[in-house]
């Protein structure tokens, strides 16, 4: 299992760099409408992974990830980190299987983001650091990054079904 999780967390990095490269790459804003796109290719391959890893690593590969995330992109490490957590606790109560249809894959990709996107915008709103009210926030960042990551999920869902990470076994009682 060692092997399995050392292979997760490079491939989890690679996931971020990608997302690094997105970042600096994608404009400020786009078609001069101060759209803020943020790419996520990093949560959505720890979406698909974590259900994969046996219980006993599953909490590790969160908070490595977790802090990873929050060193490079953010300045909170424990949001972030907690933020991993609840993402694999929910996701192990969720699936049953280790294998994920298309379809359950994007609904819980979009969930996370969604959930990423609202505690951040709370935070930098409770906190005093946004003046954006929550409709330009849900109009011009929320919105827009949901749409690319959707777009984006499609390439990430397709290397991950490539690498055929997935087997059908029973997360509970394997």
Request: net charge positive.
């Amino acid at each position: 299992m060692k092997n399995k999780l050392v292979r997760y967390l490079i491939i989890m990095f690679i996931s971020f760099v990608i997302d690094s490269i997105l970042r600096f790459y994608l404009p400020s804003s786009i078609l001069k409408l101060n759209l803020t796109i943020v790419p996520y290719v990093g949560v959505m391959m720890f979406d698909l992974l974590t259900n994969t890893i046996d219980e006993d690593h599953r909490y590790i590969f969160a908070g490595i990830c977790g802090i990873y995330f929050s060193v490079i992109y953010g300045n909170s490490i424990f949001v972030y980190v907690l933020l991993f957590f609840m993402y694999s606790f929910f996701e192990k109560r969720y699936m049953k299987k280790a294998v994920m249809t298309y379809f359950e894959a994007i609904v819980i990709v979009v969930l996370t983001i969604f959930v990423q996107e609202s505690v951040l915008y709370s935070l930098m709103w409770i906190t005093n650091t946004t003046q954006l009210v929550i409709t330009t926030f849900l109009i011009k960042r929320l919105l827009p990054t949901l749409l690319f990551n959707i777009v984006i999920f499609n390439g990430v869902y397709f290397i991950h079904d490539k690498l055929k990470f997935e087997g059908d076994i029973d997360v509970y009682f394997s």
